[in-house]
């Protein structure tokens, strides 16, 4: 209880009155023979061999108050992998406090080399590559799906937009089912909605090979999460969940996400059909805050981009506060084998959104010492539509050889209808319709051609289309005249790859080397018009039709060197690249070729068994010609009009990073600090022409210099003092390019960024736990030419939980916005409350949902640029009250 108090005089403004009793009170510590806390042990308190009372300690302390008076007893400690310690009382005297510690000596003869923590249910388990979290020692009840527990896990991080994790600061590359690699990249799509009550250890797989012929010889250190169902959830098990309410515009609010699992020897499935329009975001998919996915990032050189790009929709507040929807999302996920040398695996994948969106954003510019007001008040529908088929098929021809290929069929559709009023003047009507055809083929033999060496071959194929249709009402450029604008673009990008690797591992240096071909097709077309129906006329103001080619022969190779406490990387590609571009519309061609080395070195020194300081350093030169490939005018919105000058120059970028990190999950400490620096020469810059009605925008070339410097900061600690977790993170950023306002010259601008947060979680042995958030940032901009933007920016985030008995939960969820600590804003507080029963049936439970208790209905953010700040405000989902009631089976 001492250690509650503290925590909450620190934290939060409560007070708490405790009275407490006890009788013969024995407390003390338990170590190892190092003076290490042992992490987890039984106390038994005896007479002869009967067992009288016993207590568990963790992280080595305990402390028992005897239920009955004895007048002798004896004290007997003992822990998995150690040797029992007994200690005696003679005479036990009424109401004494006892302080006996004890030292543990290792069980030689029980003692595994690999194996740090042996202790069953022990909340953290290390053995080999393989860490193991037991998931009730994370849970407060509070959690609902899967990734609610990893979010807690020492080590672990995860990216709220993109849904990334990472452990020991490496990216994962998926999540597992009972092994099995049922989602690929999008493993978010599981994390999101396997029940937590399935789930009975989160395994963090460090070298971690898919294709088992490449264990202990690829070297990237690729790491995986693996989800350990509970004992009775094997075959088939699921949850089936339903809710319904009322929201505070008198509207229905609804919600249903059942899932299902099933395991047995040869087959594994897991499935989702969900429907709600209170916000909530089941699938892997963002189509409100446009968040780039794990997957988009890993695979972004096989897309096309979007010309036109979709609104974006969410604010800071989160995607399920901005989100007013109506989805339904449902996918299948099934592995099996036909045979012990064939498997399958094949994932399905539907959803069906409407989203609405009401927002008003404010610009005050100032620009070349004139200062004006731009505005627009938009009412937004968006009606994406996603179809999607994945296969894999993995056969092995022998035991040494492997054959996989991989096939997946996409289908997107978004259409967006938007009425805009513009400076509080003139009225709009605008559309925008965005068809997206994915096809992609992949098929990759394995041979193992020596006990440590492994030839591989690849051949790939992909084929990404995505016509856009943007119109607009009345027209931009003519009003008088015509009804209309319709700007019409269509790009494609087809990818080819040839890929040979040979891989290996000499006395324990892994080497890799690989010879690789692939021709990049990207034709881009695009056509703006004016219509007048009335009048059956029509006027062509731009076109754009062409086609981009790029070439690649190149070579890759790296060497991984260990000794002791040394790891040297060095790596490095040769690239023959050849560029063209056939413009149709100019009716010239023009290329270039180029020869290109690029190097790269890492170092990691290994300061003892957790902590290491890592250095990296690369130069790379690559083009960036395909994002700015037309030349010709595209609108892309009410007020935006955009066009480049293509070029084949390079962009030449040296990075380098130095980083100290400490990873010690025995003792749940982690702590990283370091700093990167980027310098660029060579980019395309902005040169932007900003009017009251419109801004144009034209992307050139320059052989300029950029730079931008990064430190970071990192701790979290679990203190047994206030039996808590703390965590502290902060990035300050310094950053420069260039741009063209207006017609000015030339301008170098610099961005500086700083964040922060500091969180606690605590872990009381009570009915009562909370965890709270804290997170201040400061953005300022400037440049040589005009004053400074800035803005500061605060939030507090706050969960209390209280487990009344084993029927009833409560939480009471708080969240507080100051969009900006100078300006007079508005401030934002939300209260989310819930109510959980579970009756002595545990297979249904019931929910007692009120969200925004306070019934705010907007919320604005500021942004600032070096010319501008933005005001930002948009409409939000009303307060709703619901019941929802689920079946586990």
Known sequence: ???????????????????????NIITGKIQDTNGSPILLANVLIKEGDDILEFVQARNGKYSITLEKEYSKIIIEVNSAGYLPEIQALDNVQKNKTYALDFVLKIDEIKKLDEVVITAPKQPIQIKGDTTKFDVKSFSNGSERKIIDIIKKLPGVEVDNKSGEIKFKGKSIETVTLEGDDLFGYNYSLGTKNINVDMVDQVQAIENYSKNPLLKGIEGDDKVILNLKLKKGKIDLSGELNGGIGVNADKKLAVSSNNNFIGVTRNYKFFGVLSYNNIGVNNSPFDYVGNSVGVEKLKEKDYFAVKTIPEMVLGVNVGDNRSNINNSFFSNYNLTFKIKERLKVKMNLYYLNDNIFSNQI???????????????DDRTIYKKPSYYRTDLELKYNTSKTSLLEYDFRIKYEEINTQSNVLQNSERNFQTSLFTKDFYLKQNLLFTQKIAKKAVLQILLFHSTNQIPQEFGINPSVFNPNNFQKDIQKTNFRKDYTELNTTLLG????SKYLFSVKMNIENSPFSSNLSSLNDNANTQINISNNDLRYVKKNISTFGSYTFERRKWRISPSYSLTLLEQKIEDKIENNTKSSQNF??????SIRYKLNDISAIIAKSSYSQRPNTENYLFLNPVLTNNRSIVNNQPNFLLQKTFSSSLFYSIRDLYNQFNLNFGVTYDENNGSFFS??????????????????????TNFSFSTEKYVDFIESTLKFSSTYSISTYKNIVNNSDLRDNQSNNFNSELSIRTAFDIAFNFENTFVFSQNDSRNNQSGRFSNRFLSNISKFVYNLNQKWFFSLSSEYYLPNVNKKLENYLFLDFLARFRPNNKKYEFNFIFNNLLNKDNFTQI???????????????ARYFMVNV???F
Do not use: C, W
């Not at 954003?361 to 505005?375: D, G, P």
């Not at 290109?596 to 070195?601: A, C, D, E, R």
């Open 886 to 888: 689920s079946f586990n």
């Open 1 to 23: 209880m001492k250690k509650l108090l503290i925590v909450l005089f620190i934290f939060l403004p409560l007070s708490f009155s405790f009275s407490l009793s006890a009788q």
């Open 596 to 601: 290109i080395f690029n190097p790269s070195l």
């Open 687 to 708: 040169n932007l022409e900003i009017q009251p009605n419109v801004m144009r925008t034209n992307y050139f070339y320059l052989p300029q210099n950029t730079n931008s």
């Open 505 to 508: 591992n000499h006395k324990g």
């Open 863 to 877: 942004e600032t640029s070096d010319y501008s700040i933005n005001i930002f405000q948009s409409r939000l989902l």
């Open 361 to 375: 954003s404010q610009n005050q510019n100032t620009i070349n010492n004139q200062s004006f007001l731009t505005s």
